[in-house]
């Protein structure tokens, strides 16, 4: 069974920065594409960004402060979040799946969540 863990998120100060990790287990992601979506209040899941074999993506209210990065040896996918902003605030999700997409519905398996709140 394939899981996929979240670190725990926190408060930081507009203009600050967080870094995210998820650990996954039951499959390698080596070959795999894995993602980080958001979920605002009162907003639907959003694309945030995403790493496969061929590349990487980025939506494009992150690019330029987001990066994303896996260690395969570690099975384990980061997402370094800096300049952010208080509309950054949101629960941030990691997703896994075999496709290169934006869509939530396409990946396969989710963590939990984590809440990343930034305060003005």
């Known amino acids: 069974q394939v899981q996929l863990v979240e670190s725990v998120g926190g408060l930081v100060q507009a203009g600050g920065s967080l870094s995210l990790s998820c650990a996954v287990s039951?499959?390698?992601?080596?070959?795999?594409?894995v993602g980080w979506f958001r979920q605002g209040p009162e907003k639907e899941r959003e694309f945030v960004a995403s790493?496969?074999?061929?590349?990487?993506d980025f939506a494009d209210f992150v690019k330029g402060r987001f990066i994303i990065s896996r260690d395969n040896a570690k099975n384990t996918v980061f997402l370094q979040m800096n300049s952010l902003k208080p509309e950054d605030t949101a629960v941030y999700y990691c997703?896994?799946?075999?496709?290169?997409?934006?869509?939530?519905?396409?990946?396969?398996?989710w963590g939990q969540g984590t809440q990343v709140t930034v305060s003005s």
């Open positions: 790493d496969t074999w061929s590349g990487s």
């Open positions: 039951g499959r390698t992601i080596s070959g795999y594409s």
């Open positions: 997703a896994a799946g075999s496709r290169r997409s934006t869509i939530p519905r396409l990946y396969d398996y």
